[in-house]
């Protein structure tokens, strides 16, 4: 049951994702999932146990999930193309395992896979494609399922994020807002991690300050007014002794105010929805480090289920054959 319409015999589209709990009685076994076989201190996990209870123990991001699926199946539907768009989870319900033996179940053969995550790196990209190879091997009769790579660079994705910037923009005092700097923010991770990224090493970063230059640039072409960009990172995590990428959003906006910018966007260019560590790490915690530094910020929206964003994701999935990700991509040395 191929459709005529897409170019390669894929009969499904599966949205891979991250996973969040429901409700307080999911935190710790949903912390648990997540941390499993890692190396994560238990002062870090309970604390980050209370970012979820602070939210009513439930995370935004499987409403966000739902919501991108509703808009993937309208896209899908305006486009003429007729198939069935299914998801499941690395940590928590609905779990990609169960997708996959649903789509066993429903026949499917070969199925077109996008994962929320647009960077490479072993926590965006080589983990969700380990979870595939788990889940497929688990299930009798499981498709063959190919995975997207980093997509963040797609126009479609930038120009949901320029948008989303430039409504931060305009949410600033009008006099403050030709001066106001955007940092961009993503989720930080061991340099190491940086180091075997992608195909030669360090492409998480180099795709990120690739992104975060292209929404800048066309900020400044809409604004008529350059301003100046960096890249910052959040929620880190791991041991203290291990090193991640920095600099830390908070350390940096104190080092702004005290080279007296009065005020900034923070464009979480890493994510594509506004899940916990954007609603906490950002909303919660680097606001009120802006606010006590006294820099007027405002935080842009993520791409989420923007049109341009969802058509992205089509077009990346279903447009030509997906191309897998070399063997030894984004694996620690030790494993390659
Ligand atoms: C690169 C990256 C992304 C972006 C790409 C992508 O989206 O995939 C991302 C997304 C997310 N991370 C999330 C949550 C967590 N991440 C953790 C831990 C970690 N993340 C890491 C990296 C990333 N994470 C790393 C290197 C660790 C250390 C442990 C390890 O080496 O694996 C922990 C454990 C506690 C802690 O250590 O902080 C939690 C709870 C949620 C769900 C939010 C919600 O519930 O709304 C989302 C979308
Ligand atoms: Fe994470």
């Given at each position: 049951?191929?459709?005529?319409?897409?170019?390669?015999?894929?009969?499904?589209?599966?949205?891979?994702?991250?996973?969040?709990?429901?409700?307080?009685?999911?935190?710790?076994?949903?912390?648990?999932?997540?941390t499993r076989g890692r190396d994560i201190p238990?002062?870090?996990?309970?604390?980050?146990?209370?970012?979820?209870?602070?939210?009513?123990?439930?995370s935004p991001i499987n409403d966000?999930?739902?919501?991108?699926?509703?808009?993937?199946?309208?896209?899908?539907?305006?486009?003429?193309?007729?198939?069935?768009?299914?998801?499941g989870n690395r940590n928590w319900e609905p779990y990609l395992v169960d997708a996959v033996r649903q789509m066993a179940a429903d026949g499917r053969r070969r199925v077109a896979c996008v994962a929320t995550s647009g960077?490479?790196?072993?926590?965006?990209?080589?983990?969700?494609?380990?979870?595939?190879?788990?889940?497929?091997?688990?299930?009798?009769d499981a498709p063959r399922i190919d995975k997207v790579r980093w997509f963040a660079f797609h126009p479609?994705?930038?120009a949901a994020v320029v948008d989303?910037?430039?409504?931060?923009?305009?949410?600033?005092?009008?006099?403050?807002?030709?001066?106001?700097?955007?940092?961009?923010?993503?989720h930080s991770i061991p340099t190491a991690m940086n180091d075997e990224s992608g195909p030669d090493g360090g492409a998480y970063l180099a795709q990120h300050l690739d992104v975060a230059a292209a929404v800048a640039e066309r900020v400044t072409a809409i604004t008529g007014h350059a301003r100046g960009h960096e890249l910052t990172f959040c929620s880190r995590s791991g041991s203290p002794r291990t090193p991640w990428l920095e600099p830390d959003v908070n350390d940096r906006l104190e080092e702004l105010a005290g080279e007296g910018v009065g005020a900034v966007v923070l464009v979480p260019v890493g994510f594509v929805s506004d899940h916990m560590e954007v609603i906490y790490d950002l909303d919660t915690e680097a606001l009120a480090t802006a606010e006590r530094v006294r820099i007027e910020a405002r935080?842009?929206?993520?791409a989420g289920d923007d049109p341009r964003f969802v058509a992205a994701l089509r077009e990346l999935a279903l447009d030509q054959p997906i191309e897998a990700c070399p063997e030894h991509c984004c694996l620690p040395r030790t494993q390659a």
């Open positions: 049951m191929t459709n005529p319409r897409t170019p390669v015999p894929y009969d499904a589209l599966l949205l891979l994702s991250f996973g969040g709990p429901e409700g307080p009685e999911d935190v710790v076994p949903f912390l648990e999932n997540v238990r002062d870090r996990l309970a604390e980050v146990g209370q970012h979820y209870f602070l939210f009513g123990g439930r966000q999930n739902k919501a991108l699926i509703a808009a993937l199946e309208a896209d899908l539907a305006a486009a003429g193309i007729d198939l069935p768009v299914y998801w960077y490479s790196s072993w926590s965006s990209c080589r983990q969700y494609l380990d979870d595939i190879e788990e889940a497929v091997s688990a299930v009798p479609g994705f930038v989303r910037t430039l409504e931060a923009l305009a949410a600033l005092p009008s006099a403050l807002q030709d001066d106001a700097r955007l940092v961009f923010v993503t935080r842009a929206g993520t």
